[in-house]
């Protein structure tokens, strides 16, 4: 790519039509300017998926993989209840952890956009949020662990105060579990571009809406909201793409009881099964795609920034 | 780095006469204090502190002291790198110019050798090919004893030929991988939670222990545990347990599943710590564990017991093998190393960690003897029982859990397997963790 972009330049230059050169490079530089990552996306986004796309379609046994062209990967994959019910179940930790986010990030950025009134708190508040990252996200969830145990600090302490009498057992190994450490995990995606669109608000549009006479509730939902949309949908497809791809939080904080597209991806590449992975990978990226696709539908990101 | 083993094998020039000397009497007074010449010619000695090995393979028996000890006695290097199973078994296929030496399970040998990333080993040049534990070359323990189930290590232990990857019936010339460590597995328990005396296999699906189980989560051996679990219920009778059917695949797992949904397990566990975890903390009383593991927990502080049941043992045993690609000098320093690992030093580290040693003659040289009675005799100790890094293991007194060496490796129901059936288990596997 850089070849073809390059090589004109010297012959422009030192042939007759010398004149062309110094027209050529404003014209050149942007597409100059692009190749580096161009060609990083290339090599280490787009040749890898390609791989796994053709991978899929490859036979295996329990000791090799063949170059092949066979649908079995799919059909295996796509008529099998577990593969359904492990869409589901994903879907459903995805809908919960992007609805609580959603509602807990748009709370705390409200808060630090029109609350706070003073620069300076703002950023240092919102600097306050970014501590739980100076330590590993695996980290920050297995602490979860003995926190919500059956002889945990929770349990403990409910038990001593006199509130229950037995442990609460959903409290770990369970979906309670998986999506409390989602939201704690993802929590400040959500945050940082809902406040960053909430931060480019002509606070003159609130002020107008005020003179209007719109209440609270009023200019919350129909001024607010909608400018905040671009925000929301970033954050969004930060939380869900992140959910549904996610398997160590799946696996340890379920206990290894519950099952994600993430898991499912993973035990098949520690049992040498690649091409069965590389086409569940490839059935995943397309239904994230779609999510994807159908947020950007729903709020046109390029016209509202 | 194949510059470099080029170099490696290149003859040595420039070396003055004086350090040749001293290199070669280094060398052969280390190999003689192990007990380990074999008649290689000398000009060996002084390339062969240029080597080096990379061994890969499962953290329970790559330790560091074993490199550092290879150091000392044979004088040339060996890398260490520590692995999960499931990690090991994608190394050993997928990049197979990546080691030298590679510990891997017998189980997986079944997956990993007809790949083509090992080479066969001579069984002439291996010194104490003899003495090694018959289990691994006839199947059997004793003439008498009985054949388990399973990938039993005698039948991938052999190929047909040098250049083979298919599995001989009977002892060949050509050895798959030289057994290192084994053991027999069976469930941990927590002595103080369960309440009663644990005796069978059965006692893991106990309604008195709902919420309370755990499984391991790596479908080969799982598998294993739970067909121990129906065969003991009197639910199905198998034909051969490491090699089920579709059918008997089916109904375990249904039994299994049936377990799960009615809330019997609190978590599966995938890594060491995880089950270490579950236990210390009483989440789970009675799972399916590692010797080690239960070892970890009693060093808690926190009572575990490591439970024989009267059903018998899940066994696994692991062994080196050598790359394919190793030739010269370098696979003669591998068949060095493979010869002082069955010379007794290593073999006694590993008794001492509870596992058990191919050759045990050459062991029980290197142990004490009231060291040998507890561990391989089942014997009350006499003094305090130390590990090998020097730290208080049992007091004395105490008795090792399943007795004697025969007692244990004599009550072997199955070996951990691969099954020909095994891609459609791991779908049924997944199915059941997803239920």
């Known amino acids: ?305 | 780095m194949s510059d470099s083993r080029t170099t490696t094998t290149a003859p040595a020039t420039g070396l003055s006469r004086r350090s040749l000397l001293k290199g070669t009497a280094a060398v052969a007074g280390a190999a003689v204090g192990s007990g380990a010449i074999t008649g290689f010619p000398t000009i060996w000695a002084q390339n062969i502190k240029n080597i080096t090995l990379r061994q890969f393979g499962t953290g329970v028996s790559n330790l560091n002291a074993v490199a550092d000890k290879v150091k000392e006695d044979l004088g040339f290097t060996l890398q260490m790198t520590a692995l999960d199973s499931d990690a090991v078994t994608q190394r050993a296929v997928t990049q197979p110019k990546s080691y030298d030496i590679a510990d891997i399970e017998y189980w997986i040998c079944k997956k990993v050798f007809p790949a083509g990333a090992l080479q066969p080993m001579d069984v002439g040049k291996i010194k104490n090919f003899d003495k090694i534990v018959p289990i691994f070359v006839t199947g059997k323990l004793t003439p008498e004893s009985a054949i388990a189930q399973g990938t039993a290590p005698h039948t991938v232990g052999f190929v047909e030929g040098k250049d083979s990857v298919k599995f001989a019936k009977a002892p060949t010339q050509w050895m798959t991988l030289i057994p290192t460590i084994y053991n027999a597995d069976t469930l941990g328990i927590r002595p103080d939670l369960v309440g009663r005396a644990i005796t069978s296999w059965t006692d893991l699906l106990d309604p008195a222990f709902k919420g309370k189980a755990s499984l391991l989560n790596i479908p080969s051996i799982g598998i294993m545990d739970a067909a121990m679990v129906c065969e003991a219920m009197g639910a199905i009778t198998y034909g051969d347990k490491g090699n089920m059917t579709k059918e008997e695949i089916d109904k375990t797992l249904s039994i299994m599943t049936e377990a799960k949904k009615a809330g019997q397990f609190r978590a599966f566990w995938k890594t060491f710590d995880e089950s270490v975890n579950l236990m210390s903390s009483g989440e789970v009383i009675i799972q399916s564990m590692w010797s080690p593991a239960v070892a970890a927990v009693r060093a808690k502080g926190i009572p575990c017991v490591y439970q024989p049941l009267k059903e018998g043992y899940r066994a696994w045993g692991g062994g080196l093998g050598i790359a394919k690609h190793l030739s010269g000098l370098e696979l003669e320093a591998a068949y060095e190393y493979i010869n002082w690992y069955l010379s007794g030093w290593v073999g006694a580290y590993l008794n001492r960690q509870g596992y058990y040693s191919a050759v045990l003659d050459t062991a029980k040289q290197h142990m004490s003897a009231d060291e040998w009675a507890f561990w391989m005799e089942g014997q009350p100790a006499k003094t305090d029982i130390l590990s090998p890094e020097g730290k208080l293991m049992e007091k004395a007194g105490a008795v090792r859990d399943g007795g004697s060496f025969a007692d244990r490796m004599g009550r072997v129901a199955c070996w951990n397997a691969v099954m020909d059936e095994d891609r459609y288990m791991v779908r049924k596997w997944n199915e059941f963790i997803a239920a």
């Open chain 1, 1 to 305: 790519m850089t070849d073809t972009t390059a090589s004109p330049r010297p012959s422009a230059a030192a042939g007759p039509a010398a004149r062309r050169g110094p027209a050529l490079l404003p014209r050149l530089a942007p597409y100059l300017q692009a190749a580096p990552l161009t060609a990083v996306l290339l090599l280490f986004l787009l040749v890898p998926i390609l791989t796994i796309a053709a991978v899929s379609f490859w036979d295996y046994d329990s000791v090799r993989i063949y170059p092949d062209f066979v649908l079995t990967n799919y059909t295996e994959l796509l008529t099998s209840p577990v593969t359904w019910k492990t869409y589901l179940s994903t879907l459903k930790y995805a809908a919960l952890t992007w609805a609580i986010t959603g509602v807990i990030g748009f709370t705390v950025a409200y808060f630090l956009a029109f609350h706070v009134r003073s620069t300076t708190w703002q950023m240092v508040l919102f600097l306050l949020c970014t501590i739980p990252f100076w330590t590993s996200n695996i980290i920050r969830m297995i602490s979860w662990i003995p926190f919500l145990g059956r002889n945990g600090l929770l349990n403990s302490g409910l038990i001593s105060a006199g509130i229950i009498d037995q442990p609460l057992e959903f409290l770990l190994f369970s979906d309670f579990s998986v999506v409390l450490a989602f939201v704690h995990l993802y929590t400040l995606f959500m945050v940082v571009p809902v406040f960053n669109s909430m931060m480019r608000i002509d606070r003159a549009l609130i002020e107008a809406a005020r003179d209007g006479g719109a209440g609270g509730a009023q200019i919350l939902w129909n001024v607010i909201l909608p400018l905040t949309k671009p925000g929301i949908a970033i954050g969004s497809i930060f939380v869900v793409t992140l959910v549904m791809g996610d398997f160590i939080t799946v696996r340890l904080m379920s206990g290894g009881q519950s099952a994600s597209i993430g898991l499912m991806i993973a035990n098949e590449i520690s049992l040498l099964q690649y091409p069965a992975a590389a086409a569940n990978a490839v059935v995943l990226l397309a239904v994230v795609l779609l999510m994807v696709a159908a947020m950007l539908r729903i709020v046109d990101i390029r016209k509202e920034l």
